[in-house]
Nanobody, 122 residues
Framework: QVQLVESGGGLVQPGDSLRLSCAAS????????MGWFRQAPGNEREFVGS????????YVPSSMEGRFTISRDNAKNTLYLQMDSLKPEDTAVYYC???????????????WGQGTQVTVSS
């Protein structure tokens, strides 16, 4: 069973960049597909992207493509989300999650971090 802890959130201005990290422990990190989700107040939890176990393949929705990049370092048991050109509508709590088979549905992920707040405001 893997435990996940996100970090790196904060208050930034529109157009800024931010990199979130998700540290994993208690399991074999490289045996999990990892995903990022976000949730703004009053909204459903939204899929931000996922990355394969090896890190060779990643996916972000087209609405975020070009601004968000997912990567992982299996030697460090860490997942990353690089966010560039941030917009106020990116404001949300960001969560990392893990499962064995990937996908974009939050319900398919078994393990979750506690979330980190990202606020984009001038």
């Amino acid at each position: 069973q893997v435990q996940l802890v996100e970090s790196g959130g904060g208050l930034v201005q529109p157009g800024d960049s931010l990199r979130l990290s998700c540290a994993a422990s208690g399991g074999t990190f490289s045996s999990y597909v990892m995903g990022w989700f976000r949730q703004a107040p009053g909204n459903e939890r939204e899929f931000v992207g996922s990355i394969s176990m090896s890190g060779e393949t990643s996916y972000v929705p087209s609405s975020m493509e070009g601004r968000f990049t997912i990567s992982r370092d299996n030697a460090k048991n860490t997942l990353y989300l690089q966010m560039d050109s941030l917009k106020p509508e990116d404001t949300a709590v960001y969560y990392c999650a893990a499962n064995r088979r990937g996908g974009s549905a939050w319900s398919s992920y078994n393990y979750w971090g506690q979330g980190t707040q990202v606020t984009v405001s001038s």
